[in-house]
């Protein structure tokens, strides 16, 4: 018995157009996003939870910056507002990742 052979023809535009519209779905949660939970926050510095706890959410230092970008953990989740977020993590972006900083503790470290 013979099988029957066959000739798929698949067009390169068509391949092309599908990729990309694949990889900007894929791309489209990696922006600053409206709002930002405790685990973006982690994806977003490379730090974990009780790093950001002490250097950031908590720390007395941006109390007032803290209230505007978060939640303050209200109703027992963090909700921060994400491009706000992003802006300061680009403005203090040396004294957070500097362990010589006073104030600035390297416990928990990179995640």
Known sequence: ?????????????????????????????????????MKRLELETCRKRDWLLENILLNPNYKSEMSVITNGCDGGRWMIRGPEMSAFLDKHFHYLNCPSHRGVSNKGGIA
Not at 1 to 20: G, T, W
């Open 1 to 37: 018995m013979v099988s029957p052979n066959f000739k798929i023809v698949i067009d390169p535009e068509f391949i092309r157009d599908l990729a990309e519209k694949e990889i900007k779905k894929s791309l489209e949660g990696f922006g600053n996003g409206s709002w930002w939970d």
